[in-house]
């Protein structure tokens, strides 16, 4: 893949918060070679939801009819592109070619072409801060906070793309009952507790439980045979693997409406630190990068103040030396894995080569990181 290629993300939400599709920004210097580096990240093509895709600041041209799209992806025409007689042509062929259309940075008076099919339609809520009639669905991007998407939904739009809901959320002094039994159950693991105090913790919540073994019997995991109890699945995982699987248990407890998307981006940052983190610390440091890439969203999750979660928990320095300072050495790949979830590639191709990581590296991890999250089915 082109050294020069870089991917970054988005999750975009429909008005009841759950997620719609997953938005990949291709930055390239020209359509080949973006073409170019999406075959050769087929493989990690996040499969569960719809996939926009995004040439960033690119016309598109014809040489997107050579990628063999995976069936689950829309490609975006900015609105700017439609006053050119080859984006025109373009679109009838890849229509033609059975390419579902969104249309975005539109304005209205944006001419998309008569009878030609459009899926979704993207417009900055700085410029149209009222969804306007348009040739798709109405989505929003630019959307500051919740308070933010909230008044766009107001406004007519149907959902939003970007991370709006990692800001202004309030926050509580203490964690709610839930949360705290996941948290009980995780120092009883790190301190190496008896197997048979913490299945006893585990079963005063059945909730819990059903939720630990959906997630270890999910997709992203990958095993051969179903775990049937929490007996069973220590014997196949073992103590560490289990903190870390618990340890998703406390990411996902949230019942806010929007956790569905916060939980994905969570997991997503804790895959993603796992891959790349290979190369960097031993082995069984892999699943503390995971958990420091999921805990990085706890305050938003729990609705907590992060110091005061992580004060009632047991964990290695380097995670809280990360999450709480940016210090240490986890800290250059959490936020490389944050910098991955900027609409810019400039701070992301930043602390890739502070870390010696290439583009391909670096977006290959990226594809799988979402790939995963969507496994385990955050709906």
């Given at each position: 893949m082109s050294a020069d290629v870089l991917i970054t993300r988005e999750p975009v939400v429909n008005k009841q918060r759950a997620i719609t599709a997953n938005r990949l920004i291709v930055h390239a210097?020209?359509?080949?070679?973006?073409?170019?580096?999406?075959?050769?990240?087929?493989?990690?093509?996040?499969?569960?939801?719809?996939?926009?895709?995004?040439?960033?600041?690119?016309?598109?041209?014809?040489?997107?009819?050579?990628?063999?799209?995976?069936?689950?992806?829309?490609?975006?025409?900015?609105?700017?592109?439609?006053?050119?007689?080859?984006?025109?042509?373009?679109?009838?062929?890849?229509?033609?070619?059975?390419v579902p259309l969104n249309l975005t940075w539109f304005q209205p008076g944006a001419q998309w072409p008569a009878g030609v099919d459009c899926r979704f339609v993207l417009s900055d809520v700085m410029r149209v801060p009222k969804a306007a009639p348009s040739p798709g669905l109405n989505l929003a991007w630019g959307v500051a906070d919740v308070a933010g998407f909230e008044t766009a939904i107001a406004n007519g739009y149907l959902g939003a793309a970007g991370?709006?809901?990692?800001?202004?959320?309030?926050?509580?002094?203490?964690?709610?009952?839930?949360?705290?039994?996941?948290?009980?159950?995780?120092?009883?693991?790190?301190?190496?507790?008896?197997?048979?105090?913490?299945?006893?913790?585990?079963?005063?919540?059945?909730?819990?439980?059903?939720?630990?073994?959906?997630?270890?019997?999910?997709?992203?995991?990958?095993?051969?045979?179903?775990?049937?109890?929490?007996?069973?699945?220590v014997t196949i995982l073992g103590m560490d693997k289990l903190n870390k699987w618990l340890s998703l248990l406390l990411v996902s407890a949230s019942r806010d409406p929007i956790a569905p998307a916060v939980m994905q981006a969570a997991i997503a940052r804790g895959r993603f630190m796992e891959i790349l983190g290979a190369q960097y610390v031993d082995k069984r440091e892999l699943d503390n990068l995971f958990i420091t890439g999921a805990f990085s969203l706890l305050n938003v999750l729990l609705g907590a103040d992060l110091d005061g979660v992580l004060e009632q928990m047991t964990l290695p320095e380097a995670i809280t030396d990360a999450l709480l300072r940016n210090e240490g050495p986890y800290a250059a790949l959490l936020q490389l894995a944050i910098a991955s979830e900027g609409f810019s590639p400039d701070k992301l191709r930043s602390q890739a080569e502070h870390l010696g990581l290439t583009p391909a590296q670096v977006s290959a991890a990226l594809m799988q990181a979402v790939a995963f999250a969507d496994a385990l089915g955050f709906d």
């Open positions: 210097a020209n359509i080949p070679t973006a073409v170019e580096a999406l075959h050769e990240l087929s493989d990690y093509w996040p499969g569960r939801h719809a996939v926009f895709l995004s040439l960033a600041k690119l016309v598109p041209t014809t040489d997107l009819l050579q990628w063999q799209r995976p069936d689950n992806a829309l490609v975006e025409i900015p609105a700017q592109a439609l006053q050119y007689a080859q984006t025109q042509e373009l679109i009838g062929q890849l229509t033609q070619g059975g991370w709006f809901f990692l800001k202004g959320v309030p926050q509580a002094k203490e964690m709610q009952p839930s949360h705290a039994q996941i948290v009980r159950l995780l120092n009883l693991v790190r301190n190496e507790a008896e197997l048979s105090q913490i299945e006893a913790a585990l079963k005063q919540d059945v909730t819990l439980s059903f939720k630990l073994l959906k997630y270890i019997n999910s997709a992203g995991f990958g095993l051969m045979a179903e775990v049937q109890s929490f007996k069973h699945a």
